[in-house]
């Protein structure tokens, strides 16, 4: 107890004679910081017990070299940022790009640091395609790798790397590659997404493209519109991805292993079918646009044609009526007593002629 009191009893001393305190005081820390979806040491391609601060997983990286560290971030703010640039080491731009959302997927160097930027893709369910209607939802997620860490950026509500996760540790062979595990897993998952979303837009192409060339065409032109922006949205989150991924399957400094080659190699190919799927989805709804706009002209001119033969017809009887209503003195017949009901038999006659006729021609 003696031993419990002297610290306690010295630290009071010093301050009433003015000596500066030497104890150590540390901050308390937070356990789970804002943002902070999880935190993981991974050794040997297994995860170790515990969530711990990413500083303190940091640190114990340091005194295992076949460790690393893999922290989950979601939208985070300037602060947690900051934090996270300092413990990691990461420079300014790189925490500034992370606090951003809307990056174009790239693969980026920063000293020996790499940045590896995909987009998310997400479907929305509904109900009926409308004007208004959100088809697709798109993100970004960015991948920070280092020697012995990664850290996941996530922005926006689809692309949830928590099943990313799961599925990476429950293959310890490949979660002992190191870091890039995380990069081929996370590239994995984003392209799965592209074409489960694929998937989903070819129903909805399929109905559309029913509803333009039905009997009845009830399509509206501004919900294929819609549906075009939609496609032209995802279109922008797949398209450019396959050019980083040329770049990490070429290899070089600061990429891959070459025992995850062949992974990613795999991912490329999966996404050059959904990079096929979705320009061919772009180029059949450019069609699409085209037809009802080719139907709408048709309709028009039917609807023109009509008015048309509806005007002759009428124009016919004005005629008529013009000619045997003018009040002039010696006008012949005007006081036959069967006048007016053979000049109502004439634009009858007339009428009916000039009706039969434009059915026969198919204006009416």
């Not at 937070?30 to 170790?48: I, L």
């Not at 032209?232 to 600061?254: I, N, S």
């Not at 992974?263 to 085209?290: H, K, M, N, P």
Request: some cysteine.
């Amino acid at each position: 107890m003696t031993q419990r009191l002297l610290p306690g009893l010295d630290s009071l001393v010093g301050r009433l004679l003015g000596r500066p305190d030497e104890s150590p005081r540390q901050a308390p820390r937070r356990a789970n910081p804002d943002a902070v979806v999880d935190c993981a040491v991974y050794a040997n391609g297994r995860r170790e017990p515990g969530r711990p601060h990413f500083a303190d997983a940091y640190a114990r990286t340091r005194q295992d070299r076949h460790t690393f560290v893999w922290l989950g971030l979601h939208e985070p703010d300037a602060a947690v940022m900051a934090a996270v640039g300092r413990v990691f080491g990461l420079d300014e731009l790189l925490v500034a790009q992370a606090l951003a959302d809307g990056h174009r997927p790239a693969v980026q160097r920063h000293g020996e640091v790499t940045l590896l930027v995909a987009r998310t893709a997400g479907y929305v369910a509904h109900g009926e395609l409308t004007a208004s209607s959100e088809v697709v939802d798109t993100g970004d997620v960015l991948v920070v790798l280092g020697d012995r860490f990664v850290v996941t950026v996530r922005h926006g509500a689809a692309g949830a790397l928590s099943t990313v996760r799961d599925g990476i540790q429950r293959r310890p062979s490949v979660l002992a590659q190191g870091p890039w595990a995380v990069a081929y897993a996370v590239t994995e998952r984003m392209v799965d997404l592209y074409l489960e979303v694929a998937a989903h837009l070819e129903h909805d192409l399929e109905r559309v493209e029913e509803s333009v060339f039905a009997p009845d065409r009830h399509a509206d032109i501004q919900h294929i519109y819609q549906l075009k922006r939609e496609v032209v949205e995802f279109r922008r989150a797949v398209l450019p991805l396959a050019e980083p991924m040329r770049a990490l399957v070429a290899g070089g400094d600061g990429g891959p292993p070459p025992g995850l080659r062949r992974w990613f190699v795999d991912v490329e190919g999966r996404l050059a079918r959904a990079v096929d799927r979705v320009a061919a989805y772009d180029e059949l709804l450019t069609s699409i646009v085209q037809s009802r706009l080719a139907q709408l002209a048709v309709e028009q001119n039917n609807d023109m044609r009509k008015i048309a033969a509806w005007a002759a017809i009428a124009a016919a009887q004005t005629a008529i009526a013009g000619v045997y209503g003018m009040n002039f003195a010696h006008m012949p017949e005007l006081t036959w007593t069967y006048g007016y009901p053979a000049a109502l038999l004439v634009m009858a006659t007339a009428a009916v002629t000039l009706y039969r006729l434009f059915r026969r021609s198919g204006w009416l």
